[in-house]
């Protein structure tokens, strides 16, 4: 093997070194959402401990948050590039099923909820 060879061999192993380091491209900068929202009945009235419901249509995952006083929920740290059903429940009702859309190029995006709970 020749001296060139060699030199540029060990800075293409020294470049892969680096971009095996490096941090991956999702978590450089935040491209994250939040979604956020209040759930309510229809008369604006928050609903204390109305549980909300967030599914990954992809995998079919779901995550749950119950909500305060203030009738406030809030899910960070969603993938820009999924579609997600979210919809509340609260003492055996529910509310109708919205969808934030992986078009939404929102980062924060507000859904607030109604049911028809009194």
Known sequence: ??????????????????????????????????????VTDKQDAPLPNAVVYLTN?????VKTYIVGQDGGYRFPSLSPNIDYEVYAQYN?????????SQFDNR????????LDAR
């Open 1 to 38: 093997m020749t001296m060139k060879k060699a030199l540029v061999m060990l800075v293409v192993m020294w470049l892969m070194g680096l971009a095996a380091l490096a941090e991956p491209v999702s978590q450089k900068g935040d491209n994250s959402r939040v979604l956020t929202g209040r």
């Open 57 to 61: 249509t992809r995998t079919r995952a």
């Open 92 to 100: 055996g009702k529910k509310s109708d099923t919205k969808t934030v």
């Open 107 to 114: 980062n924060q995006v507000t859904i607030n909820l109604k």
